[in-house]
């Protein structure tokens, strides 16, 4: 029996396109998953693209009942509806996020913003349940100076929170940190622990498909 892969969403922090350590081991991890599934469906988005900012507008159309929104409000929101979608319809979230200043990158944020669109003033925070069976996020974390787990690193503790807030409790981070003391050292074992993650997450994938 062939196992269908899981639908990937493929989102890309980095503000650099060459030369991009992030981007270069989000490529690996695809590359991993097509060797293990034959074929993979990725859907890309790349935030250097450009992601809108919330606003008055926004917020405003975003408290307006569906039914009731204008067809200004609804241009408005018309980039969020489609990053909800996008997120929705993923099996697997697969993030690539370079350290900017202690935290992630402004777009990056952005996106979140969005996607949490019902909910950007935390009404849901004290009830943070799972609601989203099979979906799982692989977080590729990288940075010159700032460490994962350190004092100064805000966007690891962050992003596993907005994780759980938006329903996926499985959350698996590559640390690709501290490149500006061993690059080689830094690169090869994150390199080693996205082979790996992503050959679990095939291995995994194979069993619950089967089983259902």
């Known amino acids: 029996m062939t196992v269908m892969a899981p639908k990937i969403l493929r989102i890309d922090g980095s503000t650099r396109h060459s030369n991009s350590v992030s981007r270069g081991l989000t490529d690996l991890a695809i590359a991993t998953l097509q060797d293990q599934f034959g074929v993979a469906h990725v859907t890309q988005r790349d935030t250097r693209s450009g992601i809108g900012n919330i606003s008055s507008a926004w917020r405003n159309a975003s408290l307006t009942p569906n039914e009731a929104r204008s067809s200004e409000d609804r241009a408005v929101l018309a980039q969020s509806e489609a990053l909800m979608n996008e997120v929705a319809a993923a ?7 370079p350290i900017y200043n202690f935290n992630i990158p402004a777009a990056l944020k952005s996106w979140i913003d969005l996607i949490c669109r019902d909910n950007v003033d935390g009404g849901r925070a004290d009830n ?16 010159n100076y700032t460490m994962a787990h350190a004092d100064d690193d805000f966007a690891t503790p962050y992003l596993k929170f907005m994780m759980k807030f938006i329903g996926i409790d499985s959350v698996t981070f590559i640390d690709a940190t501290g490149l500006g003391n061993d690059q080689a050292g830094v690169l090869a074992r994150a390199r080693d622990a996205v082979k790996t993650h992503c050959m679990k997450i095939a291995e995994t994938w194979d069993k619950q498909t089967a089983a259902e």
């Open 91 to 97: 099996e697997l979230l697969l993030i690539a996020v």
């Open 128 to 143: 943070l349940v799972g609601q989203s069976k099979n979906k799982q996020a692989l977080i590729i974390l990288t940075s």
